[in-house]
């Protein structure tokens, strides 16, 4: 692996290596007034929601390398003490990125992006009219991380308000991520879409105590059908099936006749488990499958 020491790399570089690694990253799409009334509005991929009960959203806004300023959105903050965090989608993508170049201070990037303000309920700030989601914030503490080009200062938000358009609601009103379609911040000049293909559901239990992968029979671990994604389903199955699992599959399955009756019966068996393993929900019954391979 290529070994970097962050105190002997260009800061440009480890930045980029940095965001490179640490990604996709949620795009906070900030809108702050400064002491005259005059809107700005910027992203930022150093995001994050840290806490939901107090509901708590961190974003930083990092000094410039080239010349070790600082941006209006940071100005803004420190004299009002508010903002409003806009969810990028897909549809005002290129919208964001116009408002990522530095126009002087004053400027309205709303009206640079052609994006819509509209009032907020709590704060003073706008809020992004075309935005699946805002998050109305008061600033509870501001941490500068360092004075040099590339040092962060951390802003702490307390979520006051929180706007969804109903759009994006599926039918139990929860979030659909196929119909908020947000978008994600890469390395350089990469970004990723949130939705369709790229969205994975995976269940988990955490009070359910997997059996873990040292558990896993040798035949399971050794396969070389399966992989890494696969044991790790197999992992957190709370116990392994019993003989009479296997047997009852065993006469039962029409299709584990013809497998067992196969060339190699052992890869065939796996390869069934694995494609029963990547359909999502079938840990229990590949489990049984790899178990007769086994035997």
């Given at each position: 692996m290529l070994s970097i020491d962050p105190n002997k790399v260009a800061q440009g570089d480890l930045h980029q290596y940095l965001l490179g690694s640490v990604a996709p990253r949620p795009i906070a799409f900030v809108s702050t007034l400064d002491e005259d009334g005059k809107p700005n509005l910027a992203p930022y991929s150093f995001f994050n929601c840290f806490s939901s009960n107090p509901p708590i959203v961190v974003f930083s806004s990092n000094r410039r390398g080239r010349d070790n300023s600082t941006k209006d959105t940071l100005h803004n903050i420190k004299t009002t003490g508010e903002a409003v965090i806009n969810m990028v989608s897909h549809d005002i993508l290129r919208q964001m990125v116009v408002t990522s170049i530095e126009y002087p201070a004053g400027v309205s990037e709303f009206e640079k992006a052609g994006l819509t303000p509209i009032p907020a309920e709590i704060v003073r700030p706008f809020r992004v009219k075309e935005s699946p989601a805002h998050l109305e914030c008061q600033v509870q503490d501001i941490i500068t991380l360092g004075e040099e080009g590339g040092a962060g200062h951390l802003i702490i938000c307390k979520v006051v308000r929180l706007h969804v358009a109903k759009r994006v609601l599926d039918e139990n009103q929860k979030i659909d991520p196929h119909k908020i379609d947000l978008m994600g911040r890469m390395g350089r000049t990469f970004y990723?879409?949130?939705?369709?293909?790229?969205?994975?559901?995976?269940?988990?239990?955490?009070?359910?105590?997997?059996?873990?992968?040292k558990e896993l029979p040798e035949s399971f671990r050794t396969s070389k059908v399966l992989s890494a994604n696969n044991l790790g389903q197999l992992a957190s199955l709370t116990a392994l099936p019993n003989k009479d699992m296997v047997e009852t599959l065993k006469k039962e399955d029409a299709k584990i006749s013809n497998l067992?009756?196969?060339?190699?019966?052992?890869?065939?068996?796996?390869?069934?488990?694995?494609?029963?393993?990547d359909e999502g929900n079938e840990r229990e019954k590949a489990a049984v499958v790899l178990m007769l391979a086994g035997m």
């Open positions: 990723v879409r949130a939705s369709g293909e790229s969205v994975q559901s995976i269940y988990q239990s955490v009070t359910e105590i997997g059996i873990g992968y067992l009756a196969a060339e190699n019966p052992v890869q065939a068996l796996h390869a069934y488990a694995k494609e029963l393993l």
